[in-house]
């Protein structure tokens, strides 16, 4: 259904950007009904020092990397530019670790002058969404959509101030775990996001294995616009 939604915008220059693991599956789907490039969008957190969990940035995968803080925790920290600059430092093996696995060797999609079509299998707080929405913002896209199954009305709020539109299937006023809303939300491995990578490259029709569907019975569309 959210494939369906994404067609009927007509929207120019389509590329596919996917935040694995989860939102791999769907973008699959979406890059073969729009017959659009597909890639992934490689967001690691930069922990706190004694606090890993929670982020004072982000480092967003590109060439080169987008570094994305978080000023009101940097500054709850104190953390001066040495001490970022050595919290990121330690962060980019995995990085470049992750970009390997998805990646390996093919160059990463360019999105300038592009519609950049953002997807995740679901959004509770859209914190990772809105890093990845401002690191993509840096190059030099048309415009950038959001495209959720679902998410709480007020991170679809709080999205749209990020990004030139959101579009969402559901959004439950009392939004429960994720996986409440899905049939089947087995946990994907990075097999499983490879195989379908390798099946939906190039906006061709793919289906994962473990292709998850939203439990939700016609969903009432809900899309938010970013107003001027």
Known sequence: M???ELAGLSLPAPVILALPRGGV???VEIAAKLN???????VCKVGAPGNPELAVAAIVDGNPPDVVLNREIVEAYNLDDAA???LIKDERPELERRRTLYRGSRSLLSIAGKTVILVDDGAATGTTMKVAIRALKRRSPMAIVVALPIAP???VAELSQEADR???LAQPPRFRALSYYYRNFEQLDDADVLAALSRGQGGRDAATGKRR???MGNPNTAEAEKKP
């Open 213 to 215: 569907k939203a439990a």
């Open 2 to 4: 959210l494939a369906k």
């Open 153 to 155: 009305p007020e991170t």
């Open 84 to 86: 970022l600059a050595t």
């Open 25 to 27: 599956p769907v973008a």
């Open 166 to 168: 959101v579009v969402c």
């Open 36 to 42: 659009a490039p597909l890639d992934v969008v490689i």
